[in-house]
C-alpha cells in the first residue's frame, strides 16, 4: 500500500480502493459459502482457496514486469530540476507521447492489478469460516475457545512474517536486475526510493501454493473417541454421508439470514466486532505510512518494527485471551464486562500517543516562507527566474536547515557528484534561495533530519502494549457470538458475521482513514498535465491527531456497542441460563 502509490502516481484514497476490491470479492460469496457449508467438504474448499490465493499473489507482480522501469525525478538525468535562467516553463508541464503511452499502460495494469485483488478476495472466502467451524464442530466442547485462539494468534504469524519479508524487499530496489546499482542515484531513506515490493508477493505466492496442498488430504469429519459432541460411529456415519444441497435449503436462506440481523445480541456484538475491525484496518494499512511520516523511518525499518513488535503482542494476546476463557470459565455475562475493561484500559494507554508526535517539517514554499520571509508560495523572487516545473520533486536540505521541493525551488545552478560514484549528487551549490551570510548557500540531496527520532521505540512499545491488551477480548468476544445461536447455524452464523464486517468495517474503513490521511497533506505532488499525484508533504500534528483521533472514536463506539450487548444478556432470559450456556463454553 505505501509502495503503489509512489509507482504508479496514485493518492491513498485511490490504493485504498484497490485493496477493498479483496473485500468485495469475498463479501460477495461468504454468505452464500457460509450456509452451505454443511454439504461440502469443508477443508477441501480451504485448499482450492488458498490455491486462487496463490495465482492472484503471482498476478499482482506481473504489473512490474510488464510496466517499464520506475522513474524518478533525477538531476543527472534530466536537467529541469536544475534552477535554469528563463527556461520555458510551459514545456515540461505537458506530457511528451511516452509520458502519455506510460499513463495508459498504467491505467491497464491498475485494472489487471484490481482483478488480481478481486480473486485473492474469492479464495479468502472459506478459509475463516469453514476453518472454525471446523475445529469448534471436532474439539471438546472445554478445548474449543482455546483451540480457536491458537487459530487466531497463528495467523497472526502470517503478517508478521510478511512484514519481516517486507523489511527486507523494501531495502532492495524496486528494478533491481534491470538497471545497474552502480548507476543507482537514490538510498532506501530517500522520498523518492521505491523498494522490490513484487519480491514479496512471488515468495508469498509459493508458500500459498505448497501449504494450500495438505487440506486435500484432511477428511470431511475428524474420527474422534465418544464425548460430549457424540460416539465416534456418530462421526464415521456422518463422514460417508455426502448431503446434498435441497431446495428446501435454499428457501431456507432469507429466513435464517434475516433471523440472524434481527437478533439482538448477536447483531450488537457482530456492530462491536465491526468497531474494531475499522481499528486493525486502519493499523494494517497505515501504520507504516504513519511511523514513516511522523518520525522520519524508512518503510523497511518501519515494517521491521511492526513485525517484530506489534503483531507479536496481538498474537500473545488473543492465545491469553483464549487461555483465560478456558481456566476462568467466563460466561456469557462475564464476558461483556471483561471486555469492557480490558478494551477501556487499551484507549487510556493510546492517549500519551497525541502528545509524542514530531512537529512538520520546514518546507519553503509549503509551510515556511522563502529566507524567513512570510508567504507560502511555491515561487518566490529568488527563484521566479528558474522557471521550475510544477511536478519537481527531488526534496534537498539546505544549510539553513530548511528544506526545499527540488534543487531549482531552493535555486541551486550547479552540482557536484560522488568521487566514489559519479551516479550520484553529493551536493547542490550556487542556491539563491539559501542564504549562507551575504553568499548563495548549498543544500544536500534528500529531506532534512528529523528532530525526533528518539521518539519512535518509545511510541511502537506504547501501540504494541495497547494492541496486546485489546487482543485479550478477541477471542471471548468471539466465542461469546457462536455461543449465542443453535449449533445446526454456526456455520452461517460465521458467514453472517463476516459479511457484515466486511460491509461495515473493512471495505470502508481503509477509505475513510485513506481519506483522512489525505485531508492532512499540505502539498501534493504533480504528474505530466498538473495531474494530481500522490501526497509529497503532511501536516504532521492533523496527521497525528485525526489518524489517531478517529481509532479512538471506533473503539470508544465498540465499547458502548459491547456495554449494549452485556446489558441484552443480563436481561433476557435465555441468555441468564447460565449453567446451560456456560457448559457449552
Known amino acids: 500500500?505505501?509502495?503503489?502509490?509512489?509507482?504508479?502516481?496514485?493518492?491513498?484514497?485511490?490504493?485504498?480502493?484497490?485493496?477493498?476490491?479483496?473485500?468485495?470479492?469475498?463479501?460477495?460469496?461468504?454468505?452464500?459459502?457460509?450456509?452451505?457449508?454443511?454439504?461440502?467438504?469443508?477443508?477441501?474448499?480451504?485448499?482450492?482457496?488458498?490455491?486462487?490465493?496463490?495465482?492472484?499473489?503471482?498476478?499482482?507482480?506481473?504489473?512490474?514486469?510488464?510496466?517499464?522501469?520506475?522513474?524518478?525525478?533525477?538531476?543527472?538525468?534530466?536537467?529541469?530540476?536544475?534552477?535554469?535562467?528563463?527556461?520555458?516553463?510551459?514545456?515540461?508541464?505537458?506530457?511528451?507521447?511516452?509520458?502519455?503511452?506510460?499513463?495508459?499502460?498504467?491505467?491497464?495494469?491498475?485494472?489487471?492489478?484490481?482483478?488480481?485483488?478481486?480473486?485473492?478476495?474469492?479464495?479468502?472466502?472459506?478459509?475463516?469460516?469453514?476453518?472454525?467451524?471446523?475445529?469448534?464442530?471436532?474439539?471438546?466442547?472445554?478445548?474449543?475457545?482455546?483451540?480457536?485462539?491458537?487459530?487466531?494468534?497463528?495467523?497472526?504469524?502470517?503478517?508478521?512474517?510478511?512484514?519481516?519479508?517486507?523489511?527486507?524487499?523494501?531495502?532492495?530496489?524496486?528494478?533491481?536486475?534491470?538497471?545497474?546499482d552502480s548507476m543507482l542515484e537514490l538510498n532506501p531513506t530517500d522520498p523518492r526510493w521505491v523498494g522490490a515490493w513484487w519480491m514479496g508477493l512471488l515468495i508469498s505466492s509459493g508458500f500459498l501454493a505448497?501449504?494450500?496442498?495438505?487440506?486435500?488430504?484432511?477428511?470431511?469429519?475428524?474420527?474422534?473417541?465418544?464425548?460430549?459432541?457424540?460416539?465416534?460411529?456418530?462421526?464415521?456415519?456422518?463422514?460417508?454421508?455426502?448431503?446434498?444441497?435441497?431446495?428446501?435449503?435454499?428457501?431456507?436462506?432469507?429466513?435464517?439470514?434475516?433471523?440472524?440481523?434481527?437478533?439482538p445480541v448477536f447483531l450488537l456484538l457482530v456492530l462491536t466486532q465491526c468497531c474494531f475491525s475499522s481499528v486493525i484496518a486502519a493499523l494494517a494499512t497505515f501504520l507504516n505510512k504513519f511511523l514513516e511520516r511522523q518520525y522520519s523511518t524508512s518503510a523497511s525499518y518501519g515494517s521491521l518494527l511492526i513485525g517484530t513488535m506489534n503483531l507479536p503482542m496481538v498474537a500473545v494476546g488473543m492465545l491469553l485471551g483464549g487461555v483465560i476463557m478456558k481456566r476462568a470459565g467466563l460466561s456469557l455475562k462475564a464476558i461483556p464486562r471483561f471486555s469492557v475493561a480490558v478494551l477501556f484500559v487499551s484507549i487510556l494507554m493510546c492517549v500519551p500517543l497525541f502528545f509524542m508526535g514530531c512537529p512538520t517539517q520546514q518546507v519553503a514554499g509549503v509551510n515556511t516562507g522563502y529566507r524567513d520571509q512570510e508567504g507560502h508560495r511555491p515561487t518566490d523572487i529568488c527563484n521566479l527566474n528558474c522557471s521550475c516545473p510544477k511536478r519537481a520533486f527531488n526534496p534537498v536540505c539546505g544549510s539553513d536547515g530548511i528544506e526545499y521541493i527540488s534543487p531549482c525551488h531552493a535555486g541551486c545552478t550547479n552540482f557536484s557528484t560522488d568521487p566514489q560514484n559519479r551516479h550520484s549528487v553529493q551536493a547542490y551549490s550556487s542556491c539563491g534561495c539559501i542564504l549562507d551570510g551575504n553568499a548563495p548557500g548549498s543544500a544536500r540531496p534528500g529531506s532534512c533530519s528529523n528532530s525526533c527520532p528518539h521518539l519512535l521505540l518509545p511510541v511502537m512499545v506504547l501501540i504494541s502494549l495497547a494492541a496486546f491488551i485489546a487482543s485479550l477480548s478477541h477471542n471471548p468476544i468471539y466465542m461469546m457470538v457462536l455461543r449465542t445461536v443453535p449449533q445446526n447455524e454456526k456455520s452461517f452464523a460465521i458467514g453472517v458475521q463476516f459479511l457484515l464486517m466486511r460491509v461495515l468495517a473493512w471495505l470502508p474503513a481503509p477509505a475513510i482513514f485513506g481519506a483522512v490521511i489525505d485531508s492532512s497533506c499540505v502539498w501534493w505532488k504533480r504528474t505530466c498535465g498538473n495531474k494530481l499525484g500522490s501526497c509529497g508533504y503532511y501536516d504532521n500534528n492533523l496527521l497525528?491527531?485525526?489518524?489517531?483521533?478517529?481509532?479512538?472514536?471506533?473503539?470508544?463506539?465498540?465499547?458502548?456497542?459491547?456495554?449494549?450487548?452485556?446489558?441484552?444478556?443480563?436481561?433476557?432470559?435465555?441468555?441468564?441460563?447460565?449453567?446451560?450456556?456456560?457448559?457449552?463454553?
Open 1 to 180: 500500500m505505501e509502495i503503489y502509490p509512489k509507482e504508479m502516481k496514485k493518492t491513498k484514497s485511490n490504493m485504498t480502493s484497490l485493496s477493498c476490491n479483496i473485500k468485495v470479492g469475498n463479501t460477495v460469496l461468504i454468505v452464500f459459502v457460509s450456509y452451505f457449508g454443511n454439504h461440502v467438504h469443508r477443508p477441501r474448499i480451504i485448499g482450492i482457496g488458498g490455491l486462487l490465493m496463490s495465482i492472484s499473489a503471482m498476478m499482482l507482480t506481473l504489473p512490474h514486469f510488464l510496466s517499464k522501469p520506475y522513474e524518478y525525478s533525477s538531476v543527472l538525468a534530466d536537467a529541469r530540476d536544475m534552477c535554469v535562467a528563463q527556461r520555458n516553463a510551459s514545456a515540461p508541464e505537458a506530457c511528451s507521447q511516452g509520458e502519455s503511452q506510460r499513463i495508459t499502460e498504467t491505467n491497464k495494469l491498475w485494472l489487471l492489478m484490481a482483478i488480481a485483488q478481486l480473486l485473492f478476495g474469492v479464495g479468502s472466502v472459506p478459509v475463516q469460516p469453514f476453518g472454525i467451524s471446523y475445529v469448534d464442530d471436532f474439539a471438546r466442547p472445554g478445548d474449543s475457545p482455546l483451540y480457536i485462539a491458537i487459530l487466531f494468534a497463528v495467523s497472526v504469524f502470517g503478517p508478521v512474517l510478511g512484514y519481516l519479508l517486507g523489511s527486507v524487499m523494501l531495502t532492495i530496489y524496486v528494478d533491481v536486475g534491470r538497471n545497474a
Open 210 to 263: 505448497v501449504t494450500s496442498i495438505p487440506y486435500f488430504f484432511f477428511p470431511r469429519a475428524m474420527h474422534m473417541k465418544e464425548n460430549a459432541t457424540g460416539t465416534e460411529a456418530d462421526i464415521l456415519n456422518n463422514d460417508s454421508k455426502t448431503p446434498e444441497i435441497s431446495i428446501l435449503d435454499v428457501k431456507k436462506f432469507p429466513r435464517l439470514f434475516v433471523r440472524l440481523l434481527f437478533s
Open 544 to 585: 497525528r491527531n485525526r489518524y489517531l483521533g478517529l481509532q479512538v472514536g471506533f473503539k470508544a463506539a465498540g465499547i458502548f456497542l459491547l456495554s449494549v450487548a452485556g446489558w441484552k444478556v443480563h436481561r433476557m432470559r435465555e441468555y441468564s441460563l447460565d449453567k446451560k450456556l456456560e457448559e457449552s463454553l
